[in-house]
């Protein structure tokens, strides 16, 4: 049974940082690419970034541009979520997903309050 089990959310302070952490197993992470999603109360789920299997081509939405940084070791079977310069508005519950084989983790709750 696959699985995707989220780390590193919190609560952090305007303009701070967290690092996001998806740990997977039970199938070939190396082939696989990755997204981040969030989902806010009363909001839909959302994409926030996006991995090629390699790491070599990334996508983001417009609105963490410039902020969020996704990146993967396929070694350790791990794709992060650096967020640098958060904003209230990045609060959300935060989703791992593997998009081939339609797989989600739990989630890891990020907060950005003062």
Not at 62 to 75: L, Y
Request: charged share 15%; proline share 4%; with cysteine.
């Amino acid at each position: 049974q696959v699985q995707l089990v989220e780390s590193g959310g919190g609560l952090v302070q305007p303009g701070g940082s967290l690092r996001l952490s998806c740990a997977a197993s039970r199938f070939t992470f190396s082939s696989n690419p990755m997204s981040w999603y969030r989902q806010a109360p009363g909001k839909e789920r959302e994409l926030v970034a996006f991995i090629t299997s390699s790491g070599g081509n990334t996508n983001y939405a417009d609105s963490v541009k410039g902020r969020f940084t996704i990146s993967r070791d396929n070694a350790k079977n791990t794709v992060y979520l650096q967020m640098n310069s958060l904003k209230a508005e990045d609060t959300a519950v935060y989703y791992c997903h593997a998009p081939r084989i339609r797989s989600w983790g739990q989630g890891t709750q990020v907060t950005v309050s003062s």
